[in-house]
């Protein structure tokens, strides 16, 4: 199976699906998204777990002659500092270095880098609303489920459509879900709309969707009155850490279900047809993440979310499509990758990701890809990258198959570039692509 890095479908897409481009399905491993029955049977979908200059120094120096003890100071010279203020003065720029640091963290994060689509990495994180020692699920549940919403997506066939789960932003009444929710009702003009805590219902449209990172943000004016949700940091969560998930399984709405992080950084890849892929770096959990949890949050203890609950993994053929469940293995959508998307399509509708130009495949022993083609006018086609190499590593990390190559080039942005480690002619050597842009 052929697959190119950069998201560009190895046969040609048809007219309509050229801005939502995608990629061929992975390894047998499989995953389904969480739409709960009886509103939509469940995609059944292939997946992996195989997945300047600094200053220079003067070359000289004058002499220097220092003062006798007792000598009165040099006129126009400052006088010597007590030996005691040293240590005020440290504990001064010490507080004043992180209070500035994290004031430009936080100016830094709501910028980008002007009309390229290359967002900045710097994430906007908001103040945790429990303490950092609180260890009650209950108290995560009752600072987040007010800003957590049931999804009801209508659409042509469906007596009832799809559901699934979102979170509140921001104070512009702006949504998070997945992509796969409401992307049928999208495209059909169906109707969408959200349920709050209280059971408010609130009609939403869509501002801009990814199928590459299966985000979509929907606008809701009376969201503005709900409470946005503090954003944490999935880079900074530890496997055995406890996690809560909150949505709307099996149309149940408000429900809270707990567990650990059971792995990070795990690579997979959801959908079953070329213009639905999405390729996840993702947070694996153990809480109970079952069909109608999609595009609700995952949180860790101070109630902050860390990621978005999107897939769960299946049995392939031993569960029926209509009957998939969870079975402890859930994956959910790094919320730094959530906020870097939503930035791209709050500015302009549209999301991008990055690219690379180079088809690629996996081999056979798993132990990297090995490139097929190379696309003229992109990136690759300006490296020192050849046909028949064979990629080993990506910045350092080891490459099993086409899967983990294309997710660690869609976990970076547009704009950057990326260190593959590859192999050729029994040589190793390490070849720096930049990566260049494409809507998606």
Same mark, same amino acid.
């Given at each position: 199976?052929?697959?190119?890095?950069?998201?560009?479908?190895?046969?040609?897409?048809?007219?309509?699906?050229?801005?939502?481009?995608?990629?061929?399905?992975?390894?047998?491993?499989?995953?389904?998204?969480?739409?709960?029955?009886?509103?939509?049977?469940?995609?059944?979908?292939?997946?992996?777990?195989?997945?300047?200059?600094?200053?220079?120094?003067?070359?000289?120096?004058?002499?220097?002659?220092?003062?006798?003890?007792?000598?009165?100071?040099?006129?126009?010279?400052?006088?010597?500092?007590?030996?005691w203020m040293w240590p005020v003065?440290?504990?001064?720029?010490?507080?004043?270095?992180?209070?500035?640091?994290?004031?430009?963290?936080?100016?830094?994060?709501?910028?980008?880098?002007?009309?390229?689509?290359?967002?900045?990495?710097?994430?906007?994180?908001?103040?945790?609303?429990?303490?950092?020692?609180?260890?009650?699920?209950?108290?995560?549940?009752?600072?987040?489920?007010?800003?957590?919403?049931?999804?009801?997506?209508?659409?042509?066939?469906?007596?009832?459509?799809?559901?699934?789960?979102?979170?509140?932003?921001?104070?512009?009444?702006?949504?998070?879900?997945?992509?796969?929710?409401?992307?049928?009702?999208?495209?059909?003009?169906?109707?969408?709309?959200?349920?709050?805590?209280?059971?408010?219902?609130?009609?939403?449209?869509?501002?801009?969707?990814?199928?590459?990172?299966?985000?979509?943000?929907?606008?809701?004016?009376?969201?503005?009155?709900?409470?946005?949700?503090?954003?944490?940091?999935?880079?900074?969560?530890?496997?055995?850490?406890?996690?809560?998930?909150?949505?709307?399984?099996?149309?149940?709405?408000?429900?809270?279900?707990?567990?650990?992080?059971?792995?990070?950084?795990?690579?997979?890849?959801?959908?079953?047809?070329?213009?639905?892929?999405?390729?996840?770096?993702?947070?694996q959990t153990d809480a109970a993440?079952?069909?109608?949890?999609?595009?609700?949050?995952?949180?860790?203890?101070?109630?902050?979310?860390?990621?978005?609950?999107?897939?769960?993994?299946?049995?392939?053929?031993?569960?029926?499509?209509?009957?998939?469940?969870?079975?402890?293995?859930?994956?959910?959508?790094?919320?730094?990758?959530?906020?870097?998307?939503?930035?791209?399509? #709050? @500015?302009? /509708?549209?999301?991008?990701?990055? +690219?690379? =130009?180079?088809? !690629?495949? *996996?081999?056979?022993? %798993?132990?990297? $890809?090995?490139?097929?083609?190379?696309?003229?006018?992109?990136?690759?086609?300006?490296?020192? #990258? @050849?046909? /028949?190499?064979?990629?080993?590593? +990506?910045? =350092?990390?080891? !490459?099993? *198959?086409?899967?983990? %190559?294309?997710? $660690?080039?869609?976990?970076?942005?547009?704009?950057?570039?990326?260190?593959?480690?590859?192999?050729?002619?029994?040589?190793?050597?390490?070849?720096? +692509?930049?990566?260049?842009?494409?809507? *998606?």
């Amino acid at each position: 199976m052929t697959h190119d890095d950069p998201g560009e479908p190895t046969t040609p897409l048809p007219p309509e699906a050229d801005q939502w481009p995608g990629q061929p399905a992975g390894s047998p491993t499989g995953q389904q998204y969480p739409y709960p029955p009886p509103y939509q049977t469940p995609y059944q979908s292939s997946g992996g777990y195989y997945a300047q200059q600094p200053p220079q120094p003067p070359t000289s120096y004058p002499p220097v002659q220092p003062p006798f003890p007792g000598d009165p100071a040099p006129a126009g010279e400052r006088a010597k500092v007590p030996g005691w203020m040293w240590p005020v003065v440290a504990g001064m720029a010490l507080v004043l270095g992180l209070g500035g640091g994290a004031l430009g963290g936080a100016l830094v994060a709501s910028s980008d880098s002007g009309g390229t689509g290359e967002v900045l990495r710097v994430e906007r994180r908001t103040a945790p609303p429990l303490p950092a020692d609180n260890g009650s699920i209950a108290a995560v549940a009752a600072k987040v489920l007010p800003s957590t919403v049931q999804i009801v997506a209508e659409y042509a066939g469906k007596d009832h459509g799809a559901t699934g789960s979102g979170f509140v932003i921001d104070g512009q009444g702006h949504v998070i879900t997945n992509n796969h929710v409401v992307a049928q009702a999208d495209a059909d003009n169906g109707p969408i709309e959200i349920i709050d805590q209280q059971g408010k219902h609130s009609k939403a449209t869509v501002v801009g969707r990814s199928t590459v990172y299966d985000i979509a943000v929907l606008k809701v004016d009376a969201a503005r009155k709900l409470t946005p949700a503090a954003i944490g940091s999935a880079d900074q969560m530890r496997v055995g850490e406890t996690v809560v998930a909150i949505g709307s399984p099996l149309g149940l709405s408000a429900t809270v279900t707990s567990g650990i992080i059971s792995a990070v950084h795990r690579p997979v890849t959801t959908g079953e047809g070329q213009n639905d892929n999405s390729y996840i770096n993702a947070v694996q959990t153990d809480a109970a993440i079952n069909p109608g949890n999609s595009g609700g949050p995952l949180v860790n203890l101070q109630g902050e979310v860390v990621g978005v609950n999107s897939a769960i993994a299946s049995l392939g053929s031993q569960v029926a499509s209509d009957q998939g469940g969870n079975i402890g293995v859930g994956f959910a959508i790094p919320i730094e990758q959530v906020q870097v998307t939503t930035s791209q399509i #709050l @500015k302009t /509708g549209k999301a991008q990701y990055p +690219v690379m =130009g180079a088809n !690629v495949r *996996g081999t056979a022993k %798993l132990d990297g $890809a090995t490139v097929e083609s190379i696309t003229a006018g992109l990136p690759a086609a300006d490296a020192d #990258l @050849k046909v /028949g190499d064979v990629i080993r590593k +990506v910045d =350092g990390k080891p !490459v099993t *198959g086409s899967i983990d %190559l294309v997710v $660690a080039i869609r976990s970076h942005v547009p704009g950057e570039k990326v260190t593959l480690t590859i192999e050729r002619g029994g040589k190793t050597l390490d070849v720096l +692509v930049g990566l260049d842009a494409k809507t *998606g």
